[in-house]
């Protein structure tokens, strides 16, 4: 059997994992971006950037509400 030359190995960019994760926590994907994702990028890097995209949204948004709490206290 000859190899598929059409397909692109696995294991994109950090970057294309990192624009493939943010777009999945903004909600928007269009079906082409999505089958193209799953056949390039590795799906341990997709659930590393995760959690890391989750922990650092929980780290800003902590940071944020104890400025905005933080600043509208008059002591």
């Known amino acids: 059997m000859r190899p598929d030359s059409t397909r ?3 294991g ?3 970057f294309q994992t990192a624009r493939a994760v943010a777009w999945s926590f903004f909600g928007v ?3 082409v ?3 193209r ?3 390039r990028l590795n799906p341990v890097h ?6 890391l995209g ?8 902590v940071v944020l509400v104890r400025w905005v709490v ?3 206290v008059a002591a």
């Open 8 to 10: 692109t190995p696995a």
């Open 12 to 14: 994109g960019t950090f």
């Open 29 to 31: 994907r269009r079906a």
């Open 33 to 35: 971006d999505l089958e």
């Open 37 to 39: 994702d799953a056949e």
């Open 46 to 51: 997709v659930v590393v950037g995760g959690v």
């Open 54 to 61: 989750a922990a650092l949204f929980v780290v800003v948004l």
């Open 70 to 72: 933080g600043s509208g």
